[in-house]
Nanobody
Framework: QVQLVESGGGLVQAGGSLRLSCAAS????????MGWFRQAPGKEREFVAG????????YPLDSVKGRFTISRDNAKNTLYLQMNNLKPEDTAVYYC?????????????????WGQGTQVTVSS
């Protein structure tokens, strides 16, 4: 069984930065694809960033490209999301998710494990 626990969310002013962490328990973290999703009030969940077991990354949202960076530390079983130059529209609950497979997908239904979420609020 894999458990994911996010941390690092909070309230920040526009233009500020936050680094989200996701600590994973269980085996084979290094062999799993991981992703970050977010959900704002009244909106659908969206895929923010993904990282494969080998470190390949993707950022499907144009709005976060160049500002967000996903990374992983396999020695620490931890996933990160560095968020810079935050904007009010980044306000959402952010979730980390893990797959049993090595490659990421954009579909939340393809992920087997989810964290409880961490709130990010960006004030203008």
């Amino acid at each position: 069984q894999v458990q994911l626990v996010e941390s690092g969310g909070g309230l920040v002013q526009a233009g500020g930065s936050l680094r989200l962490s996701c600590a994973a328990s269980g085996r084979s973290f290094s062999n799993r694809a991981m992703g970050w999703f977010r959900q704002a009030p009244g909106k659908e969940r969206e895929f923010v960033a993904g990282i494969s077991w080998s470190g390949s990354t993707t950022y499907p949202l144009d709005s976060v490209k160049g500002r967000f960076t996903i990374s992983r530390d396999n020695a620490k079983n931890t996933l990160y999301l560095q968020m810079n130059n935050l904007k009010p529209e980044d306000t959402a609950v952010y979730y980390c998710a893990g797959r049993q497979q090595r490659v990421f997908t954009k579909n939340g239904s393809d992920y087997d494990y989810w964290g409880q979420g961490t709130q990010v609020t960006v004030s203008s």
